[in-house]
C-alpha cells in the first residue's frame, strides 16, 4: 500500500500516457530519458502498468537499436505483465521480445517468444493479434530455412484473417506467400500468389502495395527466364516507388532490372542501373542485405566484363555484409561468382573448392532455384570431372523440368551433350559431333536420305556456297556440321556459335570482333569467330534468331568476303566454309518480315533438312550403340541387349539425337551408383513410355499398336525376323505374315 501512496495512481496514469504518446511521436530519445529520469519507480512498481510503461521503453531502445538494454527491459516489462497473468499486453511484450532477440542473432529464442505471442493471443481469442503473430513466425521460419514451416504459418494467418474480413491483410499475406515461393523455386504458384494480392489491394486502393507486388511479379518472370514480360512488369512498378516515396523498393526494384539487363547482355546498362540501386540502399541501409545483393550482383556484371579486380571488390563488400546477416543463400552465390573469378584467373585449386563449398552451403539452405544455378555453373567448368559435371548437370535439369522451366531446360541439356568421354579426363571444347571408334569424325546414320547428303557433301565442299542445315532441335544439325568440317578441310579451324544463345548486343562483337576502346568495356582487342575461322569452317547455329540489323552485315560479309572489327577500319580477307543451321521456318519469317529474303537465298542455295529421330527410327540401334561405347557402357564390338535397344526404338525421342545422348550419359552416372549394373533395367527409370493415344476404330487402332510393336522389334533385332519373333513372344511363320499384310521393308525396318 505504501508504493501505492508514493508513486499515486494519477502520477503513474500520467506517466504511462506520456511514454506511450512520445513513442507514438517516435520521439525515442525523449521516450528513454524519462525513463531513466524516473527508472527508480517504475522498477520497483508492479502489476500491469508498469509492464504497460516499460513496453513502451523497451521498444524505443529497439527503434534506437539499443537491443541490449531493449531485451533487458522487455524481460523486466513480462514479469511485471505476467503478475497478472496471461492478457494482451504480454503477448505484446513477447512480440517485442521477438523483435530484440532477432536483432541480437538469437533466432531459436525469437522463434519461441512468439510462439508464446501467438498462444497468449489465441487463448484470449485475439484473433487480430493471432494473425499478426503467424504472419511474423512466418517470417521467422523464413530467415531460418524452414520454408514448409513458413509457408504453414502463413497458411493459418490467412484463415485466420479471411475470418476477420480483414483484405488489406489478406492481400498483404498473399504477396508474402508468393515471395516465399518464389524463392525456393516454386514460380507457377507465386505468380498466381502474387496476381491475387495485386487484384485485392488494386480493389482496396493500396497502390503501394501493388507496387510491391508489381516488382515481386517481376522478379517471377526474371527468374523464369520471361525476360520480355519481367522488363514490362518491373518498369510499370518502378516509378510508383518514386511516387510513394519507398526508396527500399526502389532499390528492390532496380536490383532486379540491373540483374535482367546483366542476363540479356546490356551489360553496360545492367552496371549503370545496379549502381542507382546500390546507391539508393546505402542511402537507407548501408551495410545490409538490401546493399549486398546488389554488390553480388555488381561482382557478376564486372566478371562479365573482364574487371576481375573490380568484382573481387565488390564481392569483398558483399560477402562481409552476408556473413554478418548470416544469409546462406546469398553466401552460396557469392561463392559460386568467386568460383568463376577464380578459375578465370588460373587458380584452379581455389576454384575447384569454391564450386564444392557454393553447392554444399545452398545443399543446407534447402532452396533448389539458386542450387540450380550453382550447380549449371560448376557445371560449365573444365575444372571438374566430367562424371561430377554430369552428375550436377542432371539435378538442376530435373528441378528446371519440375518447374516448367522450358529455356532453362534446354540450356542445361545443351550443356550435359557437350561434354564428352565421363571418364574423369579433361574435355576439349572443340570435341563436337560423333567420332567413331577410330578417333575420325563421323555422322552415324543407316537413312538412305541422310546416307545421301553425306555423299553429296563433298561435291558440295567444291562450290563458294553456304551450306543450310534444318531441322527440330537436337535432330544433329552440329554434328552433321562437324562431319562437313572434316570432309572439306580437315585441320582446319572450325568454329560454332549459338546465336540464340548470347545476347544480341554481344553477339555482333563476338562475331566480327573489336578493337580496343571500340565501346566501354573493351579493354583489349579481341579476335572475332569470323576470323578465328578463317581457312576453316564456321557454323552459325540458331541462325534465325540472329538480329536484322545483324542479318544485313552478314550479307555483306559473305558478299565481299570481307569483315572489319568493331572500331577498326582494317579489312580482313575471308577464307571460309559458311554452315548455317536453324529450327525455325525461315521461309514464314521472310514473309513475316523477321528475316532477310535476301540473306534467305543466300544461304539456302545448298539446303538439307534433317528428319526427326521418330522418322528415322533405323538410326536408333546405331546411335545407341555407339553413345553406350562412348560412356563406356559396352566394351568396343559388343552390342547392346536386345530388349534395351526395343526399349530406345519404342520411345518417340522429342529431343532427337541430343535427348538420346542424354539419356545415356544418365545411364552411365547411374550405373556408377548401383551394384548390379542392369542397363536395360535402368533404362525403364530414365525413358518415359507415354505417347499420344492412336486415333481412329477399335479395329485401326489395333492395326497400328501391332503394326508398330512388330516394326520396332523388326529394328531392334537387325532385321533378324527369328530374333524379333522371340522378343515379341509369337512364332516366326507369323511375324513374316505380319511383315506382309503391313508392307514392312526388311531391308530399313519401316514402311515403303
Not at 494467418?157 to 508468393?178: C, F, P, Q, S
Not at 578459375?343 to 573448392?353: I, P, T
Not at 549459338?498 to 570482333?513: D, H, I, K, R
Not at 552459325?540 to 560479309?557: A, S, W, Y
Request: neutral net charge; contains cysteine; hydrophobic residues 40%.
Amino acid at each position: 500500500m505504501a508504493k501505492e501512496t508514493r508513486v499515486g495512481i494519477e502520477f503513474r496514469d500520467t506517466m504511462a500516457h506520456y511514454v506511450a504518446s512520445l513513442v507514438d511521436k517516435r520521439d525515442f530519445a525523449g521516450a528513454v530519458k524519462y525513463y531513466e529520469d524516473n527508472r527508480d519507480a517504475l522498477e520497483a512498481a508492479g502489476g500491469t502498468w508498469a509492464g504497460s510503461v516499460l513496453h513502451h521503453v523497451a521498444k524505443a531502445y529497439v527503434s534506437l537499436a539499443d537491443y541490449p538494454t531493449a531485451l533487458r527491459i522487455a524481460r523486466l516489462a513480462q514479469n511485471k505483465a505476467a503478475e497478472d497473468g496471461d492478457s494482451i499486453l504480454l503477448a505484446e511484450i513477447f512480440v517485442t521480445l521477438a523483435r530484440t532477440l532477432r536483432s541480437l542473432g538469437e533466432l531459436k529464442e525469437t522463434e519461441k517468444a512468439l510462439r508464446d505471442a501467438e498462444s497468449i493471443f489465441r487463448r484470449n481469442d485475439c484473433l487480430e493479434g493471432q494473425a499478426r503473430v503467424l504472419n511474423l513466425l512466418a517470417g521467422q521460419f523464413y530467415r531460418q530455412y524452414e520454408f514448409k514451416n513458413a509457408l504453414s504459418s502463413l497458411m493459418d494467418a490467412i484463415e485466420i484473417t479471411r475470418r476477420l474480413g480483414d483484405r488489406v491483410k489478406l492481400a498483404y499475406m498473399m504477396g508474402n506467400i508468393g515471395r516465399i515461393q518464389t524463392f525456393v523455386g516454386d514460380f507457377d504458384s507465386a505468380e498466381n500468389h502474387l496476381k491475387l494480392n495485386i487484384e485485392l489491394s488494386s480493389e482496396l486502393g493500396d497502390w503501394l502495395e501493388v507496387t510491391r507486388a508489381k516488382i515481386a511479379l517481376g522478379h517471377v518472370y526474371l527468374r523464369r527466364g520471361e525476360y520480355d514480360r519481367a522488363a514490362e512488369t518491373l518498369e510499370a512498378a518502378l516509378p510508383g516507388t518514386v511516387e510513394f516515396d519507398s526508396p527500399r523498393d526502389e532499390a528492390i526494384c532496380l536490383t532486379y532490372l540491373g540483374e535482367l539487363r546483366y542476363h540479356r547482355g546490356n551489360l553496360e546498362e545492367a552496371r549503370s542501373t545496379l549502381q542507382q540501386a546500390l546507391d539508393t540502399a546505402e542511402k537507407i541501409e548501408p551495410g545490409t542485405s538490401l546493399s549486398g545483393r546488389v554488390l553480388r550482383h555488381l561482382a557478376e556484371v564486372y566478371v562479365k566484363l573482364g574487371n576481375h579486380r573490380t568484382a573481387r571488390r565488390y564481392l569483398a563488400r558483399a560477402t562481409t555484409i552476408m556473413q554478418k546477416a548470416d544469409n546462406r543463400v546469398e553466401m552460396g552465390a557469392l561463392q559460386k561468382v568467386a568460383a568463376v573469378i577464380a578459375e578465370a584467373e588460373g587458380h584452379d585449386s581455389e576454384a575447384r573448392k569454391l564450386y564444392s563449398d557454393a553447392v554444399a552451403t545452398l545443399e543446407t539452405a534447402g532452396v533448389r532455384a539458386e542450387l540450380a544455378e550453382v550447380q549449371v555453373a560448376a557445371g560449365r567448368s573444365r575444372l571438374i570431372s566430367a562424371r561430377r559435371r554430369l552428375n550436377m548437370l542432371f539435378r538442376a535439369e530435373e528441378f528446371y523440368s519440375s518447374k516448367n522451366l522450358t529455356t532453362r531446360r534446354q540450356e542445361v541439356e545443351k550443356l550435359i551433350n557437350s561434354i564428352d568421354y565421363p571418364d574423369g579426363a579433361s574435355n576439349r571444347a572443340t570435341r563436337k559431333g560423333l567420332h567413331s571408334v577410330t578417333g575420325e569424325v563421323d555422322f552415324l546414320t543407316n537413312c538412305p536420305e541422310l546416307q545421301r547428303y553425306k555423299e553429296q557433301l563433298v561435291a558440295v565442299s567444291r562450290a563458294d556456297l553456304p551450306v543450310l542445315l534444318t531441322g527440330e532441335t537436337g535432330v544433329g544439325k552440329d554434328h552433321l556440321a562437324r562431319y562437313y568440317h572434316h570432309v572439306t578441310r580437315p585441320g582446319s579451324p572450325y568454329v560454332a556459335i549459338n546465336c540464340a544463345s548470347v545476347p544480341a548486343t554481344l553477339l555482333e562483337s563476338e562475331l566480327f570482333g573489336y578493337t580496343r576502346g571500340a565501346f566501354t568495356g573493351a579493354d583489349v582487342d579481341k579476335q572475332g569467330l569470323f576470323m578465328a575461322a578463317n581457312g576453316g569452317v564456321l557454323l552459325l547455329d540458331e541462325i534465325g534468331d540472329m538480329p536484322l540489323p545483324l542479318q544485313t552485315k552478314l550479307l555483306g560479309v559473305l558478299e565481299r568476303k570481307i569483315v572489319t572489327p568493331l572500331g577498326s577500319t582494317r579489312e580482313v580477307e575471308l577464307d571460309i566454309k559458311l554452315v548455317a543451321a536453324t529450327n525455325s521456318d525461315l521461309e514464314a519469317m521472310v514473309e513475316a518480315g523477321e528475316f532477310r529474303s535476301d540473306l534467305y537465298y543466300r544461304l539456302s542455295g545448298v539446303c538439307y533438312h534433317i528428319p526427326p529421330l521418330r522418322q528415322r527410327k533405323e538410326d536408333i540401334p546405331l546411335l545407341l550403340t555407339s553413345f553406350l561405347t562412348r560412356c563406356r557402357l559396352l566394351k568396343n564390338g559388343q552390342k547392346p541387349p536386345p530388349e534395351l535397344v526395343r526399349q530406345f526404338v519404342a520411345y518417340d525421342w522429342p529431343g532427337n539425337t541430343r535427348e538420346l545422348f542424354n539419356k545415356i550419359k544418365r545411364l552411365e552416372v547411374m550405373a556408377d551408383l548401383v551394384a548390379d549394373k542392369d542397363l536395360v533395367e535402368l533404362s525403364r527409370t530414365v525413358l518415359s513410355t507415354d505417347v499420344a493415344p492412336p486415333t481412329g476404330s477399335l479395329f485401326e487402332r489395333v492395326e497400328q499398336f501391332e503394326r508398330q510393336l512388330i516394326m520396332e522389334a523388326l529394328i531392334a533385332a537387325g532385321g533378324n525376323k527369328s530374333e524379333a519373333a522371340r522378343m515379341l513372344g509369337i512364332h516366326e511363320a507369323t511375324v513374316r505374315t505380319k511383315l506382309k499384310r503391313y508392307d514392312i521393308s526388311l531391308e530399313s525396318g519401316l514402311a515403303n
